[in-house]
């Protein structure tokens, strides 16, 4: 453990090369004298400025403070700005680095035990096996979210002068890269697998897919949405209309949670294609059960359990399923039981899932020839950065434009003709 220097020392050059760092401290009424040696003048003082000088700078009580007490912290810092749900993923990312630094200072937290924690996370984690956390550790984010939290948390230490430097911040190892398993791929959709999807679910299902398919809602917009969210008119012979996006619900614990969108900018009007308007219009006249109540969900929840009949020989056989007007559609259950289904059924793309229908409202708005800022809006994404990172490459190319060095080059013709000197 390096102590506290009376004095920065300067690095001196020994005879044989190489750099001598020494400096002084007292310890229990005895003064010390360590030294160390570098092969670099650069490394001495880098050694230097990394260590002694933020040793010099360290506060001893802070430097006692355990890594959870610090984790605690941070918690109750992030909770003034971000939702609650976000809290709670930021703590359920800190289960693993809990339990792998539980009772260490944070100030004996070297490089090096950053690394053995990466690795753990990288092997399944550091919780029991056969846990929620423990399972979800199988994929490449959940390891880059559980360090990055742990990293923000050194930093918050490093901020109280308990840590000079954050260790966690690593430097890549020289060598070949590792092989990495494939990249998560978005699923893009075209317009005519978007409508064998909707065609082999049950309606109003079918409409949900078309729905999400061309408006780019999420999950929770979607569960977010009353009738009274959705205005429609008519002009002369074609419907008009749009939806008002301003809350979102998901369940949990069997309980639906209203919250707020996702970000500011997530609260938005969604224009409608005029054919989904119209769609929308005869679903509301003609099968939303409570359609005249303003604050009844757009689109129902399916009950437990299924209908009967009784066929020619007097046998009970299922028929369908039940609709529950009073709750909204719960994404969970409509992926896994009305859009996993369907997709299987009209040979899509297995990969499918319940957010790639947003992705193909991206890429269907694109490749019509629609503007990259305003389907950022109509995404409510917080930038057009985010839009530009995840979507430019379906803008589709424009064939007949001219290339930009569509002009051979040309190497100028000589000329006999001669500057004038200026007169001496």
């Known amino acids: 453990m390096i102590h506290k220097p009376k004095k920065l020392p ?11 760092v020494r400096w002084r401290y007292r310890l229990a ?23 002694l000088a933020g040793e010099s700078n360290r506060d001893p009580r802070a430097a006692r403070l355990t890594f959870d007490a610090y984790a605690d912290q941070y918690l109750t810092e992030v909770a ?12 359920s990312a800190l289960l693993h680095s809990r339990e792998f630094f539980r009772g260490r200072p944070v100030s004996e937290i070297r490089t090096s035990d950053c690394r053995a924690f990466r690795a753990k996370l990288t092997d399944g984690g550091c919780l029991p096996e056969g846990t929620r956390q423990r399972r979800r550790m199988t994929r490449g984010n959940s390891v880059r979210n559980a360090y990055n939290t742990f990293r923000a948390v050194l930093e918050l230490a490093v901020e109280d002068n308990a840590l000079p430097t954050n260790p966690a911040v690593l430097r890549k190892l020289p060598g070949r890269k590792p092989n990495r398993e494939a990249k998560f791929r978005a699923v893009f959709l075209d317009a005519g697998e978007v409508e064998r999807a909707a065609g082999a679910a049950p309606e109003p299902y079918g409409l949900v897919i078309r729905f999400l398919a061309y408006t780019g809602l999420r999950a929770a917009e979607l569960a977010g949405l009353d009738v009274a969210d959705v205005k429609l008119w008519k002009v002369k012979d074609t ?19 209203t919250d707020t969108p996702k970000s500011e900018e997530s609260t938005r009007r969604v224009e409608l294609p005029p054919w989904l308007a119209e769609d929308l219009h005869t679903y509301l006249t003609g099968t939303h059960e409570r359609a005249d109540e303003p604050g009844a969900p757009l689109f129902p929840n399916r009950k437990p359990g299924a209908t009967y009949t009784t066929n020619a020989q007097g046998k009970k056989v299922r028929e369908g399923f039940r609709l529950n007007w009073a709750e909204p559609v719960e994404p969970a259950a409509f992926y896994r039981n009305i859009l996993k289904k369907a997709v299987q059924a009209a040979g899509l793309p297995e990969a499918t899932r319940l957010h790639d229908l947003r992705h193909t409202f991206a890429a269907l708005w694109l490749s019509a020839g629609g503007d990259i800022h305003r389907l950022s809006e109509q995404m409510g994404h917080a930038s057009y950065e985010t839009t530009q990172k995840f979507y430019a490459h379906l803008i589709p190319p424009d064939d007949d434009a001219p290339h930009i060095f569509a002009a051979r080059p040309t190497v100028p013709a000589s000329s006999n003709v001669r500057p004038l000197r200026r007169a001496q």
């Open 80 to 91: 003034v700005n971000v939702k609650a749900r976000t809290v709670e993923r930021y703590r």
């Open 239 to 257: 419907w008009r209309g749009y939806v008002d996006v301003h809350r979102t619900r998901r369940k949990e614990g069997g309980a639906w949670v």
């Open 10 to 20: 300067a690095p001196r050059q020994r005879p044989d090369g190489q750099w001598e």
């Open 29 to 51: 009424g005895r003064e010390h004298r360590p030294a160390r040696l570098f092969p670099t003048e650069a490394e001495a003082n880098g050694f230097i400025l990394s260590e």
